[in-house]
C-alpha cells in the first residue's frame, strides 16, 4: 500500500442546476488521456459514493500531491450563477463524514484538507490566504470543516500558532 499522508477534498466545479455524473466525470478524464477517473471517491448530490480509482493507485487530481494522497470530489461547487460556494447538499455531508471518518481510521495521520489548500505560499509567510488560492476548490474550509479528523500533531500546531 502507498503511504498516504493526505486526503484531499475537491469540488467538480459544476453549477447546482447542472448534474455531473460519476460516468461523465470518468468520461472526461478518459477523454483527457487518463488511465481512470483521477479520483479515489466520488459522491453525488444524492449522496452516492462512488469508488474511483483503487487506493492502492496513484490518482490524478492534485499535481504534486498524487504519490501520497487519496483525492475525493463532490458534485458541486458553484450556485446557479456560477459563483464558487459550498453547495454539498445533506446526503453529501453525511457521505462525505462517514468516508472521512473510515479513511481517518485507516491512516490517522493523514492529513484532510481542501484542493485550494496546497496552493503555493507566493507571500512566503507559511500560510496559504485566500488571496493565494490557485482555486476556490472545494469552496469550503475542509481543515475546519473536519478538524476533529486531523491528526493531533497538527491541531497542537495549530493552536500553538494562535497562541502566538
Given at each position: ?6 486526503i484531499v477534498l475537491h469540488?467538480s466545479g ?5 448534474k455531473y ?11 483527457r ?8 471517491y ?5 449522496g452516492q459514493?462512488h ?6 493507485q496513484v ?7 498524487n504519490?501520497?494522497s487519496i483525492?475525493i470530489?463532490y ?14 447538499t445533506?446526503?453529501?455531508r ?15 495521520t ?5 484542493h485550494?489548500d496546497l496552493s ?6 507559511g500560510?496559504?490566504d485566500?488571496e493565494e488560492?490557485?482555486k476556490?476548490?472545494p469552496c469550503f474550509?475542509a ?19 494562535l497562541e502566538?
Amino acid at each position: 500500500m502507498r503511504t498516504i499522508t493526505l486526503i484531499v477534498l475537491h469540488c467538480s466545479g459544476t453549477r447546482t442546476t447542472q448534474k455531473y455524473s460519476f460516468r461523465q466525470c470518468r468520461e472526461d478524464h478518459l477523454q483527457r488521456g487518463w488511465k481512470d477517473i483521477g479520483y479515489h471517491y466520488y459522491i453525488t448530490r444524492d449522496g452516492q459514493v462512488h469508488e474511483g480509482r483503487a487506493l492502492w493507485q496513484v490518482g490524478a487530481h492534485c499535481k504534486g500531491h498524487n504519490r501520497h494522497s487519496i483525492g475525493i470530489c463532490y458534485e458541486g461547487g458553484l450556485d446557479s450563477l456560477g459563483t464558487p460556494c459550498d453547495t454539498r447538499t445533506r446526503a453529501q455531508r453525511q457521505s462525505l463524514r462517514a468516508l472521512l471518518t473510515r479513511l481517518h481510521d485507516q491512516f490517522p495521520t493523514a492529513i484532510i484538507l481542501g484542493h485550494r489548500d496546497l496552493s503555493p505560499d507566493l507571500d512566503g509567510n507559511g500560510r496559504v490566504d485566500p488571496e493565494e488560492w490557485m482555486k476556490q476548490c472545494p469552496c469550503f474550509d475542509a481543515l475546519l470543516d473536519y478538524e476533529d479528523l486531523e491528526p493531533m500533531d497538527l491541531l497542537d500546531m495549530r493552536s500553538d500558532c494562535l497562541e502566538e
